[in-house]
């Protein structure tokens, strides 16, 4: 059967009005290690010809390193500090190994017996060797934080290792083992302990071992590292200085090695994306939840047309289903969990397990959950232990914590005695001020009570939120999202100890750790919906193609840009998506599909143009084809 394209506009006139209307978020929590082409000597120095292809990032005291969990603070004496922290980190891996290279600008560099008063590194690594989820972590401080020793320290003392590789008390002569497993080489530029002469900073090689802790990045399809890292920094304390003395931290995405606070670094290593391979492979969002033009009656009934729409993002959350978690997207098998508390001071046999589907989609600043509730025995219960509902917890866009990471909030409800949607915390907040509204419907045959005293049928709730109250622009600026669901089951029976609470969540479990769901926003297909996109006009479409077997988009582009392309059926469901990686300025042609046999019909596509050095988007072209067989 022959094949022909016809491409009917080109230039984004028309298809502008129906494709998503902004640009991917970059990924600020993800990071790729290259694999090296040769062995690394960890002396200290970074002189290996790999590192200088390595992948980079800079942290900054005061500085957000990356939406949405970094964050920095001072501890002791000036804020801001004379002197901020500014390092660049640089990951590789070789072998099962991973290698991470520190450069720290650093005029003050030292240690001492009190902590939070030293310079230095405190890690966490998640431990997939660990049973069950999710994954706890292990922690990896290397640090000039020295308490075996009294203050002053020794003029020229290094760094020593605390954590998951090192034996208790700190300076403990460290088994062949332990160092297998983690080791490190620092070289001072300058002079540890003494301020006598500025110093000009520190760097740092260092290898962790992920074998033991259930990596393999040797495998074909990559690996993700789970990893968090914050910089100490004390400067004017040897001696002490009341001009310059200040104590502080800054961290990515996690600030602690032992605790999963706020987020985490995903460091992806793949055997094909070597120091020599060019262009790194874009990170993709965990999800995509879809814009659909539907507004649904918010009266708990999940019955309208939309909540059965195959563009849904639909997710189920179950008890003790270890098999279902593993079909979470993203670090989400790793991350997900499920937790009993004690009630009634025990721990009784969970004889109706929990067990929901959620929904998601948006249609322009509004985002809509629904919830489906398999659920026999529905009860309202004060104990937030013992609630039937859930809490969905989300970033605000633009509300900082104490800590200067987004903050998150925490839009929980419980089925209430009446049979409604009881708002809770940050949720009821919202309901109040009218930007958000939530309803329940108890199914036929599901009644409200305290005891148990007989079998429901389950229910169901849908929940609209304003996502401009949160501080996304109307448009939704970059569209990312940071969410994750907990749902609470409750059961009670006439014997009290029967009784029971459960929490289940998918991805993250509360609102402050880690790891919530990137998610994507997509505009998707509106008719009449978007308007022109802002980034036209950047780059320019060369003439239309001619039918063809093998179609061509060609456009030319005032400078080395990442190129991606997309495209779409008219419906707005995401067809296929192709990162073309760097093209250089000029005039290029790309071939319209990557795939052999698509259905015929009328395709949308949109190239887009990102600025290599900063990752912000330039520009886009798009237009409509045609496709016959």
């Known amino acids: 059967m022959k094949k022909w394209i016809t491409t009917l506009l080109v230039g984004g006139v028309i298809a502008a009005a129906v494709l998503p209307a902004f640009a991917q978020a970059p990924r600020e929590d993800a990071i790729w290690a290259r694999t090296a082409q040769a062995d690394i000597t960890l002396d200290g120095v970074l002189n290996e010809a790999d590192w200088a292809q390595a992948e980079s990032w800079v942290i900054e005291y005061g500085v957000d390193a990356g939406i949405p969990g970094s964050g920095f603070k001072t501890e002791a004496g000036w804020n801001p500090p004379a002197n901020p922290t500014y390092a660049t980190v640089k990951f590789l891996v070789r072998g099962n190994q991973l290698y991470m290279g520190a450069v720290v600008l650093d005029n003050s560099v030292g240690g001492s017996a009190s902590f939070n008063r030293f310079d230095g590194f405190l890690m966490g690594l998640k431990n997939h060797a660990a049973a069950g989820t999710p994954k706890g972590v292990l922690e990896y401080l290397y640090s000039w934080w020295h308490d075996e020793n009294l203050d002053p320290q020794p003029v020229g003392q290094m760094p020593g290792f605390i954590g998951a590789w090192a034996e208790l008390p700190h300076g403990s002569p460290r088994t062949p083992a332990q160092i297998d497993a983690w080791d490190a080489v620092t070289t001072v530029q300058g002079t540890s302990n003494s301020d006598t002469v500025a110093d000009t900073g520190y760097t740092t090689e260092m290898r962790f071992n992920l074998t033991p802790i259930g990596y393999d990045v040797t495998d074909a399809n990559g690996d993700v590292v789970e990893f968090n890292m914050s910089i100490y920094d004390c400067d004017g304390f040897w001696p002490i200085s009341p001009v310059t003395f200040s104590a502080n931290r800054v961290w990515w995405q996690g600030p602690w090695g032992n605790d999963t606070w706020y987020n985490e670094v995903r460091i992806h290593a793949r055997p094909d994306v070597t120091t020599a391979s060019g262009p790194v492979p874009a990170i993709a969002p965990d999800l995509v939840i879809q814009a659909i033009d539907a507004v649904p009656t918010l009266d708990g009934s999940l019955n309208e047309a939309v909540w059965t729409s195959p563009d849904i993002y ?286 015929a019909g009328v395709y949308l596509y949109r190239v887009q143009f990102v600025d290599p050095a900063t990752g912000h988007v330039r520009g886009s072209l798009t237009g409509k084809t045609m496709l016959m067989k």
């Open 314 to 599: 639909a997710f189920d959350i179950r008890w003790d289903d270890a098999a279902l978690r593993e079909t979470y997207p993203g670090v989400g098998p790793f991350r997900a969990g499920q937790f009993q508390p004690s009630v009634n001071g025990g721990q009784a046999f969970i004889i109706d397990p929990a067990d929901a589907t959620v929904k998601m989609y948006h249609r322009g600043s509004k985002l809509y959950l629904g919830f489906d509730v398999r659920d026999a025995v529905v009860q309202y219960h004060a104990d937030v232990n013992r609630w039937d509902g859930a809490i969905v917890t989300i970033n605000d866009r633009v509300l900082r914590g104490a800590d200067q990471t987004l903050l998150g909030l925490r839009l929980a409800f419980q089925v209430a005695q009446d049979g409604t949607a009881s708002a809770q915390d940050d949720l009821l907040s919202m309901v109040t001020a009218g930007t958000a509204q939530i309803a329940a419907h108890m199914n036929a045959g599901t009644t409200v009570d305290t005891l148990g005293l007989q079998m429901d049928n389950g229910y169901s709730v849908e929940l609209e939120i304003d996502l401009t109250a949160i501080g996304y622009p109307a448009n939704l600026g970059d569209g990312a999202l940071f969410i994750g669901v907990n749902l609470f089951d409750g059961d009670s029976f006439q014997t009290a100890t029967d009784s029971y609470g459960t929490r289940t969540w998918w991805q993250r479990e509360w609102q402050g750790t880690c790891c919530p769901a990137i998610a994507q926003l997509e505009a998707g297909y509106i008719a009449g919906v978007g308007g022109p996109s802002p980034f036209e006009g950047y780059a320019q479409a060369l003439g239309s193609l001619n039918p063809s077997p093998r179609p061509q988009v060609a456009f030319a582009m005032p400078d080395r840009n990442l190129v991606t392309i997309e495209v779409y059926d008219v419906r707005g469901r995401l067809v296929e998506r192709r990162e073309l990686g760097n093209l250089e300025q000029g005039e290029a042609n790309v071939p319209l599909f990557a795939k052999e046999d698509p259905a």
